[in-house]
């Protein structure tokens, strides 16, 4: 006979029959009338500790069920945080669950199923699509060995194991019928469907008792628009829970007459708007800003809520919109897509590109970087007044830093993304290194050097086809040299999504302004099928 022996004070047993009233009430099928239990004699709902296997047990009526993990090798001095003697029992407000003390750690206490039966597996949400899907690993409470099989969605399959971590298989992956024994742990799997917001289901039997395993995918959908002028609403078009995100066009850098540095172009803005209320199936209409080319302002981006009374920024459709970048203009460095102009309830502004030197030789300025969800735009660095002289750096993206000025012979270094990062090292009478991460590009050294490109902060990604987007940061600006014979090189392009391009270096044949980045438009909704 099993030692079995009860180990709470009269007070401990009462609360503990109410608590296990709750516990069970909501795994048990409809109540029946049970006798009583034997070995030892208990009455329906009483409860003892278990020595030989270190588990509390309920009588159902006719047999001890453990209500734990069982664990013959437990069994020590006492539990700590906190300090508990084997045996009891306590509620951990933490995690909203009633412990036990098997001589070594606290336990979570669980219910069952009845004769036969096993732990109801938790349901899985928000997974990714055709994927597959473990599901916990549960002990079944059964009396001796019983039929084990599964059915159901996504190829569902169990296995079989001998401890709760399943470091050791009784029985390995399989969906073919087999048989479970007392004490065993069971774990299923199945691959997640491949539609968005939308269940695979298990159904595991083991004797004459079922449970259903359900895996949901998740309902959040991206889509990002670069181009054309109209879209469709998703027939599963949730308006209580989306967001619409909008960055303007870069403005592109100056491409300068001799005698002066071209200014940089500035970043474009970013706007947003939540909760959108569309009609489904509806066609309505926006707007991609360009990228703007040398010396060519950067478009604005705008999304409207009809097809009609959107042919601008301005338009009385429009839900929102952020305004592009413009063009560097000789020397003078663009500004920014501003917030003040934008549509939307979340607002940042594009960085502005840098001012050029004055003076024959001089260096281009960098370009702006454009605003983001996390901040303005960093602007682009100034080329110094002396001939002769390095680019600016460009300016870092969402919320980065502004790009370094350039100087005597050296570059100026690309402004940081917003981790403190990514911006191009500088560098003399050499080619401006190019941005990474958000991160501006850097100027060119002395002499007839290209400014380097910037770069894109990716913080988006089509559901449809997993292509990344974000903010893109500013392009350094062109090296100048007043000594003649020369000719420029461009300068740096603006980066991802509405980074501004750098000015053109002066020398005899001065060199083109970069390119700024077009906007971009990014939808995301949880669907509501």
Known sequence: MMDKRNVFRSRDIKVMRLLLAALFLA???????????????????????????????VCTGTNWVAVGVLNPSAGGSGCTGPDGVEGQILYNADHHVPQYCDGDDWREMIG???????????????????????????QVNIS??????????????????????????VQTWGSASGTISTGDFLQLRLTSNAALAATNSATI?????????????????????????????????????????????????????????????????????????????????????TGGAADTDGGDTYFCNSTSNCASIGGTAVVVGAKGGTMGSNATGG????AGSGVGTTKFSGGGGGTAGTTAGDGGAGGGGAAGPHGNGGNGGTSTTSGSTGGGGGGGANGGSNGLNGADDWGGGGGNNRFGSGGGADDAEGNGE????????????????????????????????????????????????????????AAGAGGGYGGGGGGGGDVDTPGVGGA??????????????
């Open 205 to 289: 039997t083991v004797g004459s008792s079922s449970d259903q395993w359900d895996v949901k995918t998740s309902g959040s959908v991206t889509i990002i628009l670069t181009a054309g002028t109209s879209w469709n609403v998703p027939a599963d078009w949730n308006s209580s829970n989306n967001t619409i995100e909008v960055i303007g066009g870069g403005g592109g850098g100056d491409s300068p007459t001799i005698g002066d540095g071209g200014g940089g172009g500035g970043g474009g803005g970013y706007s947003k708007i939540t909760n959108l209320t569309l009609t489904p199936s509806a066609s309505v209409s926006y707007a991609v800003g």
């Open 516 to 529: 700024g980045a077009q906007g971009i438009i990014v939808i995301t909704y949880d669907s509501s099928s």
């Open 434 to 489: 190019d941005g990474t991460a958000g991160g501006g590009g850097a100027g060119g050294g002395d002499g007839p050097t290209a400014g380097g490109d910037g770069s894109q902060d990716t913080l988006w990604t089509q559901t449809s086809d997993s292509a990344t987007a974000g903010p893109g940061s500013g392009g350094g600006g062109g090296g100048g040299d007043e000594d003649p014979g020369y000719t420029g090189v």
């Open 27 to 57: 795994v048990l099928s409809p109540a029946l009338a049970y006798a009583d239990c034997t070995n030892p004699p208990g009455a329906e709902g009483d409860l003892v500790f278990n020595d030989d296997y270190n588990v509390p047990q």
């Open 112 to 138: 069952y199923l009845d004769a036969p039966g096993f732990l109801g597996f938790a349901d899985l949400t928000d997974q990714a699509t055709s994927t597959l899907v473990s599901s916990g690993i549960l």
């Open 335 to 338: 500004a920014g897509g501003g």
């Open 144 to 169: 001796g060995s019983q039929s084990i099989n599964i059915s159901g969605d996504g190829s569902p399959e169990y296995r079989i194991c001998a401890d709760d971590g399943c470091s050791s298989e």
